[in-house]
T-cell receptor, first 113, second 111 residues
Framework: QKEVEQDPGPLSVPEGAIVSLNCTYS??????FMWYRQYSRKGPELLMY????GNKEDGRFTAQVDKSSKYISLFIRDSQPSDSATYLC?????????????FGTGTRLQVTL | EAQVTQNPRYLITVTGKKLTVTCSQN?????MSWYRQDPGLGLRQIYY???????DKGDVPEGYKVSRKEKRNFPLILESPSPNQTSLYFC??????????FGPGTRLTVT
């Protein structure tokens, strides 16, 4: 079993829809949770990170962490065609420099006009 | 401009021929890391470095070597490449694991 599971998609939604992207994990030591966006032929770029449980909002993006269920989500409101990309969740046990980072396999999102 | 650079961007080589992929960052970051990205497997960490002369294994270190002699540089070395190392490689840097800046990627083909 992988430490981090993520539905690969593809997920296709119309412009303006609310998108929900999710990851589950098995390692209870994970405390830091990140979401990256990767456009085709580019390196991933950080969208958001959260510590422990709770919500964090940044513009149209909201990240949620439920440590009791080992489940994290990224919500995108008012989705735009420019949001079409692969979204990767990532997790680590601590944010210090002495820590591994584990990624999900990514969910491909397509926002259509 | 703050950035992570990798060279070469594309490389085709033959089995057993030693190669080095360079990575450099200009943000004075302590943490640097190498990943490989494969379809269906996602991004997997190969090695990471916490600071000069300090490195540790990620999830898939077999067949790779790294060194961190200067803070800004973190080269990835394949002493004897094999076809199963054909992949897309990314270098990244950051102050910690919580915020990684990725390079543009190196597409490696080993025949």
């Amino acid at each position: 079993q992988k430490e981090v599971e993520q539905d690969p998609g593809p997920l296709s939604v119309p412009e303006g829809a609310i998108v929900s992207l999710n990851c589950t994990y098995s390692n209870s030591a994970f405390q830091y949770f990140m979401w990256y966006r990767q456009y085709s032929r580019k390196g991933p770029e950080l969208l958001m990170y959260t510590y422990s449980s709770g919500n964090k909002e940044d513009g149209r993006f909201t990240a949620q962490v439920d440590k009791s269920s080992k489940y994290i989500s990224l919500f995108i409101r008012d989705s735009q065609p420019s949001d079409s990309a692969t979204y990767l969740c990532a997790m680590s046990a601590n944010t210090g420099t002495a820590s591994k980072l584990t990624f999900g396999t990514g969910t491909r999102l397509q926002v259509t006009l | 401009e703050a950035q992570v650079t990798q060279n070469p961007r594309y490389l085709i080589t033959v089995t057993g021929k030693k190669l080095t992929v360079t990575c450099s960052q200009n943000m004075n970051h302590e943490y640097m890391s190498w990943y490989r990205q494969d379809p269906g497997l996602g991004l997997r960490q190969i090695y990471y470095s916490m600071n000069v002369e300090v490195t540790d294994k990620g999830d898939v270190p077999e067949g790779y070597k790294v060194s961190r002699k200067e803070k800004r540089n973190f080269p990835l070395i394949l002493e004897s490449p094999s076809p199963n190392q054909t992949s897309l490689y990314f270098c990244a840097s950051g102050q910690g694991t919580y915020e990684q800046y990725f390079g543009p990627g190196t597409r490696l083909t080993v025949t």
